[in-house]
């Protein structure tokens, strides 16, 4: 016997305790635990020695507990449950659908994808679950590097060897201003048309600003930057108010926009406007075989419920 095993009694060690308490028989426990009798009493007795407690009384007329013995037995049961729990346990999370993960989204499309998402997810994996976290994409990069999450999405690309990108989806993005604007009525307006435009958008922290302020200087738009919103809804209702125009996401159109009295959806004439979404995770992450099944039922499910409104990316 190694001197660690001198140190506490192994979980083996502790059953077959616990089965001779119960049978208050050598041969009989060893029959039950499937050993032999030799090896079981050599384990009680090393259990003992470890222990430096008398566990049992041998006579002729049979095996009875110590009053030491009597004392550890339900103590000895309660760990061999806790074994068990966790044995079952270690079983269920070695099937990645059965564990819960730490999902970032970005705010500007975690609201108006995820529900259209997780419900589908649910039906198909039941026991999947989701500790979902809204972040900026850049605050979600870092924080899959350092382990604060599991997998994220995000339209801003990452190349980088210590993670793995499955695109997911492209997302048209639309423009938009108040139903009383000039230019309102036109289902599809020339970029020359809103050269020096007032665009407005969400705060600089967001990836989304970013590419709206590429867009603004592409067509000559001026972004706004003393008005920046905080959300897309605020972003909105600004240009409800006059305040400016807006490029919004085609999956907040579809969510929240269900009065087109108050603004006009537009396109730009041949401007491609889009922002690609990615599911990202690292590439040792234990769960990555069922991140990349993960990835494919989400194209599955958006061809199903939102080809209408996005592209899918088949892989």
């Known amino acids: 016997m190694n001197q660690g095993s001198l140190k506490s009694p192994s979980i083996s060690q502790i059953k077959y305790f616990a089965k001779v308490a119960k049978t208050l028989s050598f041969r009989r426990a060893a029959q039950a635990l499937k050993i ?8 009680i007795a090393a259990l003992e020695k470890i222990l430096k407690l008398q566990l049992f009384e041998r006579s002729r007329s049979g095996t009875v507990l110590t009053p030491q013995g ?5 103590q000895a049961e309660v760990l061999l449950q806790a074994s068990m729990s966790f044995d079952e346990l270690a079983r269920d999370l070695n099937d990645d659908s059965q564990t819960t993960y730490r999902l970032g989204v970005p705010p500007s499309v975690g609201p108006y994808l995820l ?9 198909k994996y039941a026991q999947l679950k989701f500790y979902v976290r809204e972040d900026t994409s850049a605050n979600l990069l870092q ?5 604060d999450y599991d997998l994220i999405l995000t339209d801003k690309v990452q190349e980088s060897t210590q ?3 499955a695109p997911l989806f492209i997302e048209p993005l639309k423009f938009v201003m108040a139903s009383d604007h000039e230019l309102a009525g036109n289902a599809i307006i020339d970029p020359v048309n809103i050269k020096g435009e007032v665009v407005l958008t969400l705060e600089g922290t ?5 590419q709206v302020q590429e867009l603004c200087h592409e067509v000559g738009a001026v972004l706004h930057r003393d008005y920046e919103g905080t959300s897309l809804d605020t972003l909105r209702q600004m240009v409800v108010m006059g305040m400016g125009s807006a490029f919004l996401p085609g999956l907040y159109i579809h969510s ?11 396109e730009l004439r041949n401007m491609r406007i889009i922002r690609q979404h990615n599911l990202i995770w690292r590439n040792t992450s234990s769960s990555r075989v069922f991140f990349r099944e993960l990835s494919q039922y989400i194209r599955t499910i958006m061809k199903t ?3 209408d409104v996005v592209s899918v990316i088949d892989q």
């Open 256 to 266: 929240e926009i269900h009065r087109p009295n108050e603004l006009q959806v537009c």
């Open 115 to 123: 529900p259209h998402i997780l419900p589908e997810l649910h039906k």
């Open 305 to 307: 419920k939102l080809s």
């Open 70 to 74: 009597r004392a550890l037995l339900s």
């Open 206 to 210: 967001h990836h989304f600003h970013d």
């Open 143 to 147: 924080g899959l590097y350092n382990g």
């Open 36 to 43: 032999s009798q030799p090896t079981l009493t050599n384990q």
């Open 163 to 165: 993670l793995v990108e």
